[in-house]
């Protein structure tokens, strides 16, 4: 046994005991705190299988923007939990118990029972690679042999951002997301918001250009630029800007937009939807992820921001 | 020349290892939030300095040595500012009471 397998098993373990700690554990925010662990060490399992694309947004999103949410989740819940804390009846923990468990078996048996060898259209996608001038297989999947699940994708955020300001009172529909975050105009929230931002937009633009040919791309470059956003409005230097705006909403649809008009182009001088002219792959999937990325920026930055809270003055 | 660069390696990685080990200590052990955070920014300072500085003479090229030491200097930034919020909110909740 070498030493790597042996950081694996420890990783594993540490992964397994975490996932039961979250379950288990009574607070809400303790529970967030255990997933936002959870979320960084899975990252690092994906990068030892190889799949640092995958590591990369499991980081981003289960590590960072999913535990923002939550920990404003917790936030919210901590004044109402001790009114929900009577114990559900003997029949509702059972019955749980039993769905609980029925889907881990359903999903323990998925895996136990793969195919050996398991399928694989790998070497198919490996093959096919010299069609769109893109050296990064996962980015070939995503932007042209699966481009519909990418597409379908990112109206699911479009759809996730409807719901969340469908959440609005009516008095403050079209205003600005969110409380207004003051922060000492001298204290070291906002300088951190002064100096990071400059290094996070250039890696953020670094991980999306990079995604033709390296791990990257646009979801990940987006989140790491929401961030940064996100950053800003925290410290109180920008405020959030009001759902009304026709910018903001173009902005929003850029992405799916741009997607669906190549889509429908693909089907007017192509051979089917979303086919791209071989010659002309490379600078309409990059046209596409220029979209995608403030798309996923704006949409991200909004959906931590939360429902419209302000009128605009 | 392998040799003395693998010697320095191992004997920074050690070191920066010996402070992440007594930073988990001094979290664990440490009663108030204060001490804990003072226990905490020596691992992630200290602690993960000494292990680039034991990596830079593995990285083999100018540019992975680079990205070695920008993560340490954004890691340093980071750590430096959570610290100085976590202490702040604990110094006012003390005070309020």
Known sequence: ?313 | MSLARDMMTIAAVSAGVFFFLAGTAGLLRFPDTLTRLHALTKADNLGLGLVVLGLLPQAGSLRGGLKLVSIWLLVLLAGATVSQLIARTARQGETAR
């Open chain 1, 1 to 313: 046994m070498n030493i790597a397998t042996i950081f694996e098993i420890v990783l594993a373990a540490v992964v397994l005991g975490l996932g039961i700690w979250t379950i288990a554990v009574r607070e809400t925010y303790s529970a967030t705190v255990g997933f936002v662990a959870y979320g960084l060490l899975v990252a690092l399992i994906w990068v030892r299988l190889d799949a640092v694309d995958v590591a990369l947004t499991e980081a981003a999103i289960g590590g960072g923007l999913g535990g923002v949410l939550l920990l404003g989740a917790a936030a919210r819940l901590r004044d109402a939990e001790p009114t929900v804390a009577e114990a559900p009846g003997i029949v509702t923990r059972l019955s749980a118990a039993a769905l609980s468990a029925l889907t881990a078996a359903a999903l323990a048996g998925a895996i136990v029972f793969l195919p050996d060898p398991a399928p694989t259209l790998a070497p198919t996608v490996v093959s096919h690679a010299s069609a769109t001038s893109l050296a990064n297989p996962v980015t070939n999947v995503l932007m042209a042999f699966r481009a519909m699940d990418t597409m379908l994708e990112k109206v699911v955020l479009l759809l996730a951002i409807i719901g969340v300001w469908s959440l609005a009172p009516d008095n403050a529909w079209g205003g600005h997301p969110g409380p207004r975050h003051q922060a000492d105009p001298d204290g070291i929230l906002v300088f951190l918001a002064r100096l990071l931002p400059p290094v996070g937009i250039v890696v953020a633009i670094y991980i999306f250009w990079t995604g033709a040919d390296h791990p990257g791309g646009a979801f990940q470059g987006g989140a790491i630029l929401a961030s940064m956003w996100v950053l800003a409005i925290m410290a109180g230097l920008t405020d959030t800007p009001p759902v009304g705006r026709r910018w903001l909403r173009f902005v929003l649809v850029a992405g799916p937009g741009l997607f669906l008009l190549v889509g429908l182009g693909g089907l007017w001088v192509g051979a089917a939807f979303l086919a791209y002219p071989p010659a002309l792959a490379k600078p309409l999937i990059l046209g596409i992820e220029v979209a995608m990325i403030l798309t996923i920026a704006a949409t991200l930055g909004l959906l931590l921001a939360g429902a419209p809270e302000r009128g605009v003055k």
